[in-house]
């Protein structure tokens, strides 16, 4: 999951970025309104967090920007000031949800995977898809009831095509949301990572949970269970 | 005495009324001297002809000769009568017949009076003067002519000119009044607009007074509008200023809690800066309530604010199922502050989504005949499992400070207090027919 942190004070911006890192997240990150927008247009993201006190373009006015540029992930509002009008503003704005100054980190990542699930239609913080069960915050999997391990990339791989089930996903959004823009880039990476998720998810070949598209990516085929 | 025009009017009337009536006492005084002058010459003239005529009588009296007799002496009840007594003779005019007549006692050598009395029914001056005569056949003795003449004529005429005289007054002092406060009504009328204008602004129906004041009240008028703006520029300002600082003091606290290593993040640290948070929070946000001055507040239509954070509220708590209804009437208004109101709403419907099973509604309405302060009504009922009476009591008791925290409805019922009275309104906990708590505010509104 990639996610952008617009937050103009360095030492909470840094913070931010560790523990995000730490969480599993791909991590851009913005200290002011225009470097925002910027980023928030230019970059594969899944998610956004908005300081709304931001020096030069004003936080609400960032999500305004982006919103009218037809960016439709989730954004988390990070504000210091506990009052109505401004959730209400910005919410009204295009924000998805708000955490109010200073957060406990474990708020705002909750906050975050609740809005990925529900951007990507999921009601819990389990999604089912028929024996396979992924949990958003214990980063854990389960098959058949029997818990497997992943390494941090495999699990954000499956988190990823969980989320969107059904949807076919490219390679390059696939590694977009591996890495930093600084990395290099190489497609064969996520090719291993993917065989690698269907022989621990499903050694016997008889679930086949991730299709390959020739030439347009990977979709998890299992179906969505209709409790969740 | 709290109306201009009635101090003005009461102060012009009496000073009228007081020269009117000495007026009327000078010309009346006047007048009378006038009339009594007229009978005087009357009297003299008639005295002097008697004198004339009198001519001594065969019997030893004095009579006057009858063809040199006033016509007026010889009509019985003209109004005009005469006497010539000595000791042992009188004479009384023919005017007298049939009149109890009495013209007064002989008079004691060369005296002269004069007399009123009534003949009959008849009011009179009589004037009375000793005489002797030197050619007196019966030799010198003491005669006493008495002429009297009736004065009611005067005395209607006086009457007539008094009942004329306090005519003209009450007309004149009433035109004068009625003028007067026509010219009040017309002097007012600026300074009458300027009460209902301000009015107009109390009740928020205008933000400022308008303009065209004569120019002793525009400066007045230009002062206050400066005054209007200038408070709501100032409570912009510090707001702004109040959300900077909330910004810079928490920003440094949220630095503190996300560097706090993850064992010590439930520890004694992070219970300090929830603390300092909290005070932070409270503090701002005291300091940012307008205070519940109702002047030049704009009326806020309650069911768009409900509508806003029902929008806000149902994004903030997608993760669960609930319904927020909204049964507002039409034109509820709250006089206030928008941001006040927004603030209250928030935290009743937020405590409500938090602790309900899947039901929220909020009800408005605005009573007419309530006290200016209770006039709008909103109620926010849930169906969670209510406040206990010990929490009502707690969160309803003065002195109470908002930020120790009531368990389970935290910050948010305490602030909502707070606001309600800094407006003057009034605040109760109840049982919801949802099975929640029903919570209901009074608050200045129409």
């Given at each position: 999951?990639?996610?952008?942190?617009?937050?103009?004070?360095?030492?909470?911006?840094?913070?931010?970025?560790?523990?995000?890192?730490?969480?599993?997240?791909?991590?851009?990150?913005?200290?002011?309104?225009?470097?925002?927008?910027?980023?928030?247009?230019?970059?594969?993201?899944?998610?956004?967090?908005?300081?709304?006190?931001?020096?030069?373009?004003?936080?609400?006015?960032?999500?305004?920007?982006?919103?009218?540029?037809?960016?439709?992930?989730?954004?988390?509002?990070?504000?210091?000031?506990d009052n109505w009008?401004?959730k209400?503003?910005?919410?009204?704005?295009?924000?998805?949800?708000?955490?109010t100054?200073?957060?406990?980190?474990?708020?705002?990542?909750?906050?975050?995977?609740?809005?990925?699930?529900?951007?990507?239609?999921?009601?819990?913080?389990?999604?089912?898809?028929?024996?396979?069960?992924?949990?958003?915050?214990?980063?854990?999997?389960?098959?058949?009831?029997?818990?497997?391990?992943?390494?941090?990339?495999?699990?954000?791989?499956?988190?990823?095509?969980?989320?969107?089930?059904?949807?076919?996903?490219?390679?390059?959004?696939?590694?977009?949301?591996?890495?930093?823009?600084?990395?290099?880039?190489?497609?064969?990476?996520?090719?291993?990572?993917?065989?690698?998720?269907?022989?621990?998810?499903?050694?016997?070949?008889?679930?086949?949970?991730?299709?390959?598209?020739?030439?347009?990516?990977?979709?998890?085929?299992?179906?969505?269970?209709?409790?969740? | 005495?709290?109306?201009?025009?009635?101090?003005?009017?009461?102060?012009?009337?009496?000073?009228?009324?007081?020269?009117?009536?000495?007026?009327?006492?000078?010309?009346?005084?006047?007048?009378?001297?006038?009339?009594?002058?007229?009978?005087?010459?009357?009297?003299?003239?008639?005295?002097?002809?008697?004198?004339?005529?009198?001519?001594?009588?065969?019997?030893?009296?004095?009579?006057?000769?009858?063809?040199?007799?006033?016509?007026?002496?010889?009509?019985?009840?003209?109004?005009?009568?005469?006497?010539?007594?000595?000791?042992?003779?009188?004479?009384?005019?023919?005017?007298?017949?049939?009149?109890?007549?009495?013209?007064?006692?002989?008079?004691?050598?060369?005296?002269?009076?004069?007399?009123?009395?009534?003949?009959?029914?008849?009011?009179?001056?009589?004037?009375?003067?000793?005489?002797?005569?030197?050619?007196?056949?019966?030799?010198?003795?003491?005669?006493?002519?008495?002429?009297?003449?009736?004065?009611?004529?005067?005395?209607?005429?006086?009457?007539?000119?008094?009942?004329?005289?306090?005519?003209?007054?009450?007309?004149?002092?009433?035109?004068?009044?009625?003028?007067?406060?026509?010219?009040?009504?017309?002097?007012?009328?600026?300074?009458?607009?300027?009460?209902?204008?301000?009015?107009?602004?109390?009740?928020?129906?205008?933000?400022?007074?308008?303009?065209?004041?004569?120019?002793?009240?525009?400066?007045?008028?230009?002062?206050?509008?400066?005054?209007?703006?200038?408070?709501?520029?100032?409570?912009?300002?510090?707001?702004?200023?109040?959300?900077?600082?909330?910004?810079?003091?928490?920003?440094?606290?949220?630095?503190?809690?996300?560097?706090?290593?993850?064992?010590?993040?439930?520890?004694?640290?992070?219970?300090?800066?929830?603390?300092?948070?909290g005070?932070?929070e409270h503090?701002?946000k005291?300091?940012?309530a307008?205070?519940?001055?109702?002047?030049?507040?704009?009326?806020?239509?309650?069911?768009?604010?409900?509508?806003?954070l029902?929008?806000?509220l149902?994004?903030v708590?997608?993760?669960?199922?609930?319904?927020?209804?909204?049964?507002?009437?039409?034109?509820?208004?709250?006089?206030?502050?928008?941001?006040d109101?927004i603030e209250l709403l928030g935290n009743l419907l937020d405590n409500a989504c938090k602790w309900c099973?899947?039901?929220v509604?909020?009800?408005?309405?605005?009573?007419?005949?309530?006290?200016?302060?209770?006039?709008?009504?909103?109620?926010v009922?849930d169906?969670g499992?209510?406040i206990?009476?010990?929490d009502?009591?707690r969160v309803?008791?003065?002195?109470v400070r908002a930020d120790e925290k009531v368990p389970g409805h935290g910050l948010g019922l305490a602030m909502v207090r707070d606001t309600v009275?800094?407006?003057?309104?009034?605040l109760?906990i109840?049982?919801?027919?949802?099975?929640?708590a029903?919570i209901?505010v009074?608050?200045?509104?129409?």
């Amino acid at each position: 999951m990639r996610v952008l942190v617009v937050e103009d004070e360095a030492a909470l911006r840094d913070t931010l970025k560790t523990r995000l890192t730490e969480a599993g997240f791909t991590v851009d990150v913005a200290c002011d309104g225009n470097e925002a927008l910027f980023a928030g247009q230019e970059y594969p993201l899944d998610v956004a967090i908005v300081d709304l006190g931001l020096p030069g373009l004003p936080g609400l006015e960032v999500i305004r920007r982006l919103r009218a540029a037809r960016k439709s992930y989730p954004m988390l509002i990070l504000t210091s000031r506990d009052n109505w009008q401004d959730k209400v503003e910005g919410l009204q704005a295009g924000a998805d949800d708000y955490v109010t100054k200073p957060f406990h980190f474990e708020e705002v990542l909750a906050r975050l995977q609740a809005l990925l699930r529900r951007a990507g239609g999921w009601a819990t913080p389990q999604l089912r898809c028929g024996p396979v069960v992924l949990d958003t915050r214990a980063q854990t999997i389960q098959v058949d009831g029997a818990p497997v391990e992943l390494t941090t990339f495999e699990y954000r791989i499956l988190e990823h095509l969980m989320l969107r089930a059904g949807d076919v996903i490219s390679k390059t959004e696939l590694t977009e949301r591996l890495y930093d823009q600084d990395f290099e880039r190489d497609s064969n990476v996520i090719e291993v990572l993917v065989g690698r998720l269907r022989r621990k998810l499903d050694p016997q070949d008889r679930l086949r949970p991730i299709e390959t598209l020739r030439g347009r990516g990977y979709r998890f085929a299992l179906p969505r269970d209709a409790a969740s | 005495m709290h109306s201009l025009s009635r101090r003005l009017l009461v102060s012009v009337s009496l000073p009228l009324a007081l020269f009117f009536g000495v007026m009327m006492l000078v010309l009346d005084t006047g007048f009378r001297a006038l009339s009594e002058r007229s009978v005087q010459e009357v009297l003299d003239s008639e005295m002097v002809s008697l004198i004339a005529a009198a001519e001594p009588q065969p019997d030893g009296g004095y009579a006057p000769t009858p063809h040199e007799l006033d016509p007026r002496l010889a009509t019985p009840r003209s109004g005009v009568y005469a006497e010539i007594r000595s000791q042992l003779h009188q004479w009384r005019s023919p005017s007298t017949a049939g009149l109890d007549s009495d013209f007064g006692p002989l008079l004691p050598r060369s005296e002269r009076t004069l007399t009123y009395a009534t003949f009959g029914h008849e009011r009179v001056a009589i004037e009375s003067r000793a005489i002797q005569f030197e050619d007196d056949p019966n030799g010198t003795r003491g005669l006493t002519f008495s002429v009297a003449a009736s004065v009611s004529p005067y005395e209607e005429q006086l009457w007539r000119f008094r009942r004329g005289l306090v005519g003209w007054f009450i007309g004149l002092m009433l035109l004068l009044l009625v003028t007067l406060a026509a010219l009040l009504r017309w002097v007012l009328a600026p300074v009458r607009r300027l009460e209902r204008e301000i009015h107009q602004v109390e009740e928020g129906r205008s933000d400022t007074l308008g303009a065209g004041y004569p120019r002793e009240l525009s400066g007045v008028a230009t002062n206050l509008n400066a005054l209007l703006v200038g408070e709501r520029k100032r409570v912009a300002r510090y707001r702004d200023t109040l959300g900077n600082l909330a910004h810079s003091l928490k920003t440094p606290l949220a630095v503190m809690r996300s560097s706090l290593p993850a064992a010590a993040s439930a520890g004694a640290l992070s219970a300090e800066i929830d603390r300092m948070s909290g005070i932070i929070e409270h503090q701002l946000k005291r300091a940012a309530a307008s205070g519940g001055a109702l002047l030049g507040q704009a009326p806020v239509d309650v069911a768009q604010v409900a509508a806003e954070l029902r929008g806000t509220l149902l994004r903030v708590y997608a993760g669960k199922d609930l319904s927020i209804e909204l049964s507002v009437v039409p034109n509820a208004q709250f006089i206030g502050d928008r941001g006040d109101l927004i603030e209250l709403l928030g935290n009743l419907l937020d405590n409500a989504c938090k602790w309900c099973h899947g039901r929220v509604l909020l009800r408005g309405a605005s009573h007419d005949g309530a006290a200016p302060r209770e006039r709008l009504q909103i109620v926010v009922e849930d169906d969670g499992r209510g406040i206990s009476a010990a929490d009502r009591a707690r969160v309803l008791e003065r002195g109470v400070r908002a930020d120790e925290k009531v368990p389970g409805h935290g910050l948010g019922l305490a602030m909502v207090r707070d606001t309600v009275e800094m407006y003057g309104g009034r605040l109760s906990i109840d049982s919801s027919p949802l099975g929640g708590a029903s919570i209901e505010v009074r608050l200045p509104g129409r």
